[in-house]
């Protein structure tokens, strides 16, 4: 199998446009996660979902939607981008946190440049 | 609220030597810990995690971590390090009454030949 897949790998944007950033799995996973990592801030949860139709807030949620219509997809859309938004957003998946197979699985990233 | 904190940027060691990479954590309930390493240029890659049982958990590449309740702790160590050991490590932890996996800001790993 694939893993967690994410698309695009590299994209920029200007400022105020708005985009979606795909993330697939196909371990039949139900949690699933965005995490934006910044030098000097290590990695800082953006929005999380534990199941299909559930998504929560995390640690750094202001400008970024989700939502999660099947168990495989999870979209994180940027509503108008702001330069603050460059950065490398990372996709991540696992069973749910009470299962004791829970293990995050990443993927590879996508690089955001907003000029 | 769940926090983790790796208190070094940067650890330096020798080839063949012990190394050390430090984790603190806090939580209002109980710890679910875990650490993953990054290479350059990729994603993050499992090591090892901490539910409940034995406080010396091993994990992948040799590396082990003692999860320390008193003094809120889960250092990662290897007994003798590899230069290809060379890499980002992060810290991360989730409280088992809530469903965020919170990360530290990581440790840069160099191993020296």
């Known amino acids: 199998n694939a893993g967690v897949t994410q698309t695009p790998k590299f994209q920029v944007l200007k400022t105020g446009q708005s985009m979606t950033l795909q993330c697939a799995q196909d371990?039949?996973?139900?949690?699933m996660s965005w995490y934006r990592q910044d030098p000097g801030m290590g990695l800082r949860l953006i929005h999380y979902s534990v199941g299909a139709g559930i998504t929560d807030q995390g640690e750094v949620p202001n400008g970024y939607n989700v939502s999660r219509s099947t168990t495989e997809d999870f979209p994180l859309r940027l509503l108008s981008a702001a330069p603050s938004q460059t950065s490398v957003y990372f996709c991540?998946?696992?069973?749910?946190?009470?299962?004791?197979?829970?293990?995050?699985?990443f993927g590879p990233g996508t690089r955001l440049l907003v000029l | 609220a769940q926090s983790v904190a790796q208190p070094e940027d940067q650890v330096n060691v020798a080839e063949g030597n012990p190394l050390t990479v430090k984790c603190t954590y806090s939580?209002?309930?109980?710890?679910?810990l875990f650490w993953y390493v990054q290479y350059p240029n990729r994603g993050l890659q499992f090591l090892l995690k901490y539910i409940t049982g034995d406080n010396l958990v091993k994990g992948s590449y040799g590396f082990e971590a003692e999860f320390n309740k008193s003094q809120t702790s889960f250092h990662l160590k290897k007994p003798s390090a590899l230069v290809s050991d060379s890499a980002l490590y992060f810290c991360?932890?989730?409280?088992?009454?809530?469903?965020?996996?919170?990360f530290g800001k990581g440790t840069r790993l160099h191993i020296l030949p």
């Open positions: 371990m039949n996973h139900e949690y």
């Open positions: 939580v209002s309930g109980n710890p679910y």
């Open positions: 991540a998946s696992s069973f749910h946190p009470l299962d004791s197979r829970e293990t995050q699985y």
């Open positions: 991360a932890v989730r409280d088992d009454g809530d469903d965020k996996i919170i």
